[in-house]
C-alpha cells in the first residue's frame, strides 16, 4: 500500500508536468497556477521518492556483487551503507505522505505583544519583532505591519502584522504561546538577572466562504476609532465589529484606518476565537487522552525561554536547548522550527498508526 501511494503520485507529478506544457494550459493563468503549485508540492516527495528508487536498484546490484569472492568486501561495505541511505528514506517519505494541515499554507496574522516585566517586557517584544522580520526576510515571506504602539524607552507593547509567502502558517504556528527572556535589562543598575515574558499570537487568514458560517448568523457593526486628538483623529467609522449570533462571540478591529483591512482582521480574529472554542470543547471531551506535542498556543504556555547570560534558548515543549541564542536572536531560526514540524510529524505518524 506504500508504494501504491508513491507510484500513483509519481504518475500524477508527471500528468502535471505534461498539462504544464500545454500551449492551452500555458495561456490560463488560473489553471497554470493551479497546476504549478500542485507540481511544486508534490515535487519534493516525488524527488525523494526517485532516490529511494534509485538506492533499491543499487542495492540490489551489491546484493549480485556478494557472490564475486573478490568483489564480497567492497559489496559489504556499500551494503551497510545503502541500508543507512534506505532506512532513513523511507522515514522520510512516510513523514511526507502524513496529510498535512490544510492551514499551513496560508498566511497568517502575527501579533506580538509585551508581558510581564514591564518596559524590559517592551524591549524585549521590540527583539522578537527583529528576530521574527529577519526570518521572514529570509525565508522570502513579506509582512505588513498594521498596528503597533511603541514602549516607553524603546521596543513595543503591541505590534501586529500581515505575513504572506509560501506555506507560512506551516512554519511560524508554532510561535504562538509566551515567550520567557533571562537577562541583565538595560534598566537595570545593579547588573541583575531579570525575567520577562512576552506573547505571541500567529492565527492564519481565513475568507469567508472557507469556513462554515451562515452569514444569516453574523451582525456587522462599524464605529469610529478613537484617537489620540489632532490632525489623527479617525472622523470616519473604519473600526469594524462581528458578533456571531449564536454563540455571542464578538470580535473587532481598530488597528488600521482602512475599514476594508479592519473588516478582514476582525473577522479573521472571530474565526480564530470560534476555533478555540471549539478546540477547548473538543479537549474536555479528550482530557483523559494524550495532547498534541506543540500544545495548544494558548498565551499562559511558557513555549520558550531566551536565557541571555548562558547564550542558550530552549524550547519547552520538545525539550530542545541549543547554544547559539545569538545566532536565533539575529533571526536564524531554521534548526527549531524544523524540529517543531519533525516533532508535529511525529506526532501524527503515531496518530496514523493507532
Avoid at 510581564?116 to 524591549?123: K, N, P, R, V
Avoid at 471549539?278 to 500544545?295: D, M
Amino acid at each position: 500500500m506504500f508504494h501504491e501511494k508513491l507510484e500513483a503520485i509519481l504518475e500524477r507529478h508527471h500528468y502535471l508536468e505534461e498539462r504544464m506544457s500545454d500551449p492551452a494550459i500555458v495561456g490560463d493563468p488560473e489553471q497554470y497556477g493551479k497546476f504549478s503549485k500542485e507540481y511544486k508540492d508534490l515535487s519534493g516527495l516525488v524527488e525523494a521518492y526517485k532516490c529511494y528508487q534509485r538506492k533499491s536498484g543499487e542495492r540490489a546490484q551489491a546484493l549480485e556483487l556478494l557472490r564475486d569472492p573478490d568483489l564480497r568486501e567492497m559489496a559489504e561495505g556499500e551494503l551497510t551503507q545503502l541500508d543507512e541511505d534506505l532506512e532513513a528514506l523511507d522515514l522520510e517519505l512516510k513523514q511526507r505522505l502524513v496529510p498535512r494541515d490544510p492551514e499551513d499554507s496560508k498566511d497568517v496574522i502575527f501579533e506580538i505583544r509585551s508581558g510581564t516585566g514591564g518596559d524590559e517586557a517592551s524591549i524585549f517584544a521590540g527583539d522578537l519583532f527583529r528576530m521574527y522580520t529577519r526570518y521572514f526576510d529570509a525565508n522570502d515571506m513579506q509582512y505588513e505591519i498594521l498596528e503597533q504602539s511603541e514602549g516607553n524607552v524603546g521596543g513595543y507593547n503591541r505590534i501586529v502584522m500581515e505575513v504572506r509567502g509560501d506555506q507560512v502558517y506551516g512554519k511560524l504556528k508554532f510561535e504562538s504561546g509566551a515567550h520567557r527572556v533571562q537577562r541583565v535589562p538595560k534598566t537595570e543598575s545593579q547588573g541583575r538577572v531579570h525575567t520577562s515574558a512576552a506573547t505571541v499570537v500567529v492565527f492564519p487568514k481565513m475568507e469567508m466562504e472557507e469556513v462554515s458560517i451562515n452569514k444569516a448568523d453574523l451582525r456587522v457593526d462599524t464605529f469610529r476609532s478613537s484617537g489620540a486628538g489632532g490632525q489623527h483623529v479617525n472622523k470616519t467609522e473604519s473600526g469594524v465589529r462581528f458578533t456571531h449570533i449564536p454563540s455571542g462571540i464578538v470580535a473587532e478591529s481598530m488597528d488600521s484606518r482602512s475599514q476594508h483591512k479592519n473588516r478582514e482582521i476582525a473577522f479573521n480574529r472571530l474565526l480564530q476565537k470560534l476555533r478555540e472554542a471549539h478546540i477547548a470543547r473538543y479537549e474536555s471531551e479528550i482530557s483523559g487522552q494524550r495532547r498534541s506535542l506543540v500544545g495548544t498556543g494558548d498565551r499562559s504556555d511558557k513555549i520558550r525561554t531566551y536565557n541571555f547570560p548562558q547564550n542558550r534558548v530552549t524550547d519547552h515543549r520538545i525539550n530542545l536547548t541549543l547554544y547559539n541564542l545569538d545566532s536565533v536572536i539575529n533571526g536564524n531560526m531554521d534548526e527549531i522550527i524544523q524540529a517543531l514540524q519533525v516533532a508535529e510529524n511525529a506526532e501524527r505518524m503515531k496518530g496514523e498508526a493507532e
